[in-house]
């Protein structure tokens, strides 16, 4: 691997502009488990217990932030996957890239 | 014990072991043996992807040790369990098509072959070896306890027996089979464990007499059960919320998820996976904890954590679908096992012997080698699993944070930031793993320091590391 390259002017793999968007996708989506997770957990779990309410038999606090929690999560991925990332080869050789040839991103 | 239990598990043993043995006749010359034998020949679709993820993932203590200690501290530790959701969408999110092209462009079979390509220095390949065959050799002992321990108390054969019947039911499929086998038994695994799931919950909810009458004797015992505090009030919040380091998104560092981000065939496997693997992941660690909750009431008074599964299982369900439950933590200690074997066997066979100690051996030679490397390497865990240390959780744990800490940025900044260099590396895992042992000693005779989990500071600590040792010696962009 020759490891010269001083110059500015290569242009990178427009792969990696794809890979780079969707691993901010996946910070984005983490922060917002996070943020959903820990809300409903410690902002409704923190009152005393004869207050809960109880959703299909759950507290309430556990329900919104566990149950729900991750059936969000579960949809979020689901249009995420569907509508926002894209199809591209894994080849090393990057001479085809632009034209997808596993077909058209949404179906 | 009762033969309707043993029967299903005696069903689901010959079955893994059929498949294992099918996949392994299905090694095609394509890509070298290498490839084929540590990494299926970079082959997987999206199902066998995620599935072999999630089981790889889930193990010994997301199905008895996890849902033991919910049964004794209650709602606060399902919560806790819930911060492994992350993993299901974060790891391939993250390493992403990136790792998966560079994957390919350095021709690179295993993690270490990525970071010794990425960082060009063979200092950074030969301490990742060590820390992986180190600390994933201390996890696959713990594993292999609990698998033998389960048998064991499914069986009521001798510990010395049940751990020889798991030893050769993973052995066998894994040395002749390699990556593929591993990936196609862990499919077939985590459909067991999904099902196995599904099955006890609800049998732990009839038993239980319905959802709020189970809640009900839980606040009647202690209300605290059902509050995000533990039992005695003690799970803080920061606490709780550093296994989101630990079980959620550290798990990016693990070599064992790593190898697996670059397995797959095309983009449209991963999307795939991404679903396939948020939604089981989440349904299966929800549930069991759930259910390790559920039993308090039904079964109160267990004492052993990791012996409620298998005792609830047994009480509210008849045996025959009690041995297809408990086939379930079975898949997952088997399905972490093979792929922590075939892992330190890649690890000893192409980053030490091929790299350094015989970069021109002929391809029998390399074929002999990881054959007899990964049925030794078998051998010598079932010898150490023979004198069981304790602590199952512990140790699993133990290797878990410190690998996190190790590899986390070496890995992800050696993705996306192209100044990280060597030196960086070389500082952030000597950082990582040395903090990690010191913090552990120290929170373990002190208490937790700042409240956390041992995990948090060290990879802080190492990202610090990185940054400093990438910029001070030499700033050089990389050209990926």
């Given at each position: 691997?020759?490891?010269?390259?001083?110059?500015?002017?290569?242009?990178?793999?427009?792969?990696?502009?794809?890979?780079?968007?969707?691993?901010?996708?996946?910070?984005?989506?983490?922060?917002?488990?996070?943020?959903?997770?820990?809300?409903?957990?410690?902002?409704?779990?923190?009152?005393?217990?004869?207050?809960?309410?109880?959703?299909?038999?759950?507290?309430?606090?556990?329900?919104?932030?566990?149950?729900?929690?991750?059936?969000?999560?579960?949809?979020?991925?689901?249009?995420?996957?569907?509508?926002?990332?894209?199809?591209?080869?894994?080849?090393?050789?990057?001479?085809?890239?632009?034209?997808?040839?596993?077909?058209?991103?949404?179906? | 014990?009762?033969?309707?239990?043993?029967?299903?598990?005696?069903?689901?043993?010959?079955?893994?072991?059929?498949?294992?043995?099918?996949?392994?006749?299905?090694?095609?010359?394509?890509?070298?043996?290498?490839?084929?034998?540590?990494?299926?020949?970079?082959?997987?679709?999206?199902?066998?992807?995620?599935?072999?993820?999630?089981?790889?993932?889930?193990?010994?203590?997301?199905?008895?040790?996890?849902?033991?200690?919910?049964?004794?501290?209650?709602?606060?530790?399902?919560?806790?369990?819930?911060?492994?959701?992350?993993?299901?969408?974060?790891?391939?999110?993250?390493?992403?098509?990136?790792?998966?092209?560079?994957?390919?462009?350095?021709?690179?079979?295993?993690?270490?072959?990525?970071?010794?390509?990425?960082?060009?220095?063979?200092?950074?390949?030969?301490?990742?070896?060590?820390?992986?065959?180190?600390?994933?050799?201390?996890?696959?002992?713990?594993?292999?306890?609990?698998?033998?321990?389960?048998?064991?108390?499914?069986?009521?054969?001798?510990y010395t027996t049940a751990l020889f019947i798991f030893a050769i039911s993973v052995l066998v499929y894994v040395t002749i089979g390699g990556f593929r086998a591993v990936a196609l038994t862990d499919a077939v695994q985590g459909a067991v464990m999904v099902i196995g799931t599904l099955v006890l919950l609800i049998g732990v909810i009839i038993a239980g007499g319905g959802v709020p009458a189970i809640m009900q004797d839980l606040i009647n015992e202690n209300p605290r059960l059902v509050t995000p505090y533990g039992a005695d009030g003690t799970l803080t919040a920061a606490y709780v919320s550093s296994f989101w380091i630990l079980v959620g998104v550290g798990v990016v560092g693990l070599p064992q998820m790593a190898v697996r981000a670059m397995s797959y065939k095309s983009s449209r496997a991963m999307h795939r996976?991404?679903?396939?693997?948020?939604?089981?992941?989440?349904?299966?660690?929800?549930?069991?904890?759930?259910?390790?909750?559920?039993?308090?009431?039904?079964?109160?008074?267990?004492?052993?954590?990791?012996?409620?599964?298998?005792?609830?299982?047994?009480?509210?369900?008849?045996?025959?679908?009690?041995?297809?439950?408990?086939?379930?933590?079975?898949?997952?200690?088997?399905?972490?096992?093979?792929?922590?074997?075939?892992?330190?066997?890649?690890?000893?066979?192409?980053?030490?012997?091929?790299?350094?100690?015989?970069?021109?051996?002929?391809?029998?030679?390399?074929?002999?080698?990881?054959?007899?490397?990964?049925?030794?390497?078998?051998?010598?865990?079932?010898?150490?699993?023979?004198?069981?240390?304790?602590?199952?959780?512990?140790?699993?744990?133990?290797?878990?944070?410190?690998?996190?800490?190790?590899?986390?940025?070496?890995?992800?900044?050696?993705?996306?930031?192209?100044?990280?260099?060597?030196?960086?590396?070389?500082?952030?895992?000597?950082?990582?793993?040395?903090?990690?042992?010191?913090?552990?000693?120290?929170?373990?005779?002190?208490?937790?320091?700042?409240?956390?989990?041992?995990?948090?500071?060290?990879?802080?600590?190492?990202?610090?590391?990185?940054?400093?040792?990438?910029?001070?010696?030499?700033?050089?962009?990389?050209?990926?």
């Amino acid at each position: 691997m020759s490891r010269k390259q001083s110059d500015n002017t290569r242009t990178t793999d427009p792969r990696f502009k794809i890979a780079h968007r969707e691993a901010i996708i996946g910070i984005a989506l983490a922060i917002f488990n996070f943020i959903w997770w820990f809300g409903f957990a410690y902002g409704l779990g923190s009152r005393a217990p004869e207050d809960y309410t109880y959703i299909w038999g759950l507290p309430d606090w556990f329900f919104y932030s566990c149950v729900l929690g991750f059936i969000i999560m579960c949809i979020l991925v689901i249009v995420i996957t569907k509508y926002f990332l894209k199809e591209v080869p894994l080849d090393a050789d990057p001479s085809h890239i632009d034209q997808p040839k596993e077909g058209p991103t949404k179906q | 014990m009762n033969i309707g239990v043993i029967i299903p598990l005696v069903i689901f043993l010959i079955g893994i072991f059929a498949i294992g043995f099918i996949a392994s006749k299905q090694m095609s010359g394509e890509g070298g043996f290498l490839q084929q034998y540590f990494l299926g020949g970079r082959e997987l679709g999206g199902f066998v992807l995620a599935m072999t993820m999630v089981a790889t993932y889930g193990s010994a203590s997301s199905f008895l040790g996890g849902p033991g200690t919910a049964y004794t501290v209650g709602f606060g530790w399902i919560l806790l369990a819930m911060t492994q959701v992350v993993t299901g969408y974060f790891v391939l999110l993250i390493l992403g098509k990136k790792f998966a092209i560079l994957g390919r462009k350095y021709n690179a079979v295993t993690m270490i072959d990525f970071l010794k390509a990425r960082y060009n220095s063979p200092l950074v390949a030969i301490l990742s070896a060590i820390a992986i065959i180190v600390f994933l050799f201390s996890a696959m002992t713990a594993q292999w306890v609990g698998g033998g321990r389960l048998i064991e108390s499914l069986t009521g054969l001798q510990y010395t027996t049940a751990l020889f019947i798991f030893a050769i039911s993973v052995l066998v499929y894994v040395t002749i089979g390699g990556f593929r086998a591993v990936a196609l038994t862990d499919a077939v695994q985590g459909a067991v464990m999904v099902i196995g799931t599904l099955v006890l919950l609800i049998g732990v909810i009839i038993a239980g007499g319905g959802v709020p009458a189970i809640m009900q004797d839980l606040i009647n015992e202690n209300p605290r059960l059902v509050t995000p505090y533990g039992a005695d009030g003690t799970l803080t919040a920061a606490y709780v919320s550093s296994f989101w380091i630990l079980v959620g998104v550290g798990v990016v560092g693990l070599p064992q998820m790593a190898v697996r981000a670059m397995s797959y065939k095309s983009s449209r496997a991963m999307h795939r996976a991404l679903v396939i693997g948020t939604i089981v992941t989440g349904f299966i660690m929800l549930n069991m904890h759930l259910i390790g909750v559920f039993a308090r009431p039904i079964m109160p008074g267990i004492e052993i954590g990791d012996k409620v599964i298998p005792l609830v299982a047994l009480e509210v369900l008849p045996p025959w679908l009690a041995g297809v439950v408990l086939a379930a933590p079975m898949a997952a200690i088997m399905s972490t096992v093979d792929s922590l074997l075939l892992l330190v066997s890649s690890a000893i066979v192409k980053d030490v012997y091929l790299n350094f100690i015989k970069p021109e051996a002929s391809e029998t030679t390399v074929k002999l080698m990881s054959f007899g490397v990964t049925g030794i390497l078998g051998i010598i865990v079932f010898l150490f699993a023979l004198q069981p240390p304790e602590l199952l959780i512990f140790l699993n744990l133990f290797a878990f944070g410190g690998l996190e800490a190790a590899f986390i940025w070496p890995v992800v900044l050696g993705l996306y930031w192209k100044y990280g260099n060597k030196y960086g590396a070389i500082l952030s895992m000597i950082t990582g793993i040395a903090a990690y042992i010191a913090i552990h000693f120290y929170n373990t005779a002190n208490g937790n320091l700042l409240g956390v989990h041992t995990v948090t500071l060290p990879v802080v600590l190492s990202l610090a590391a990185y940054i400093i040792g990438s910029l001070a010696v030499k700033r050089e962009a990389y050209q990926f």
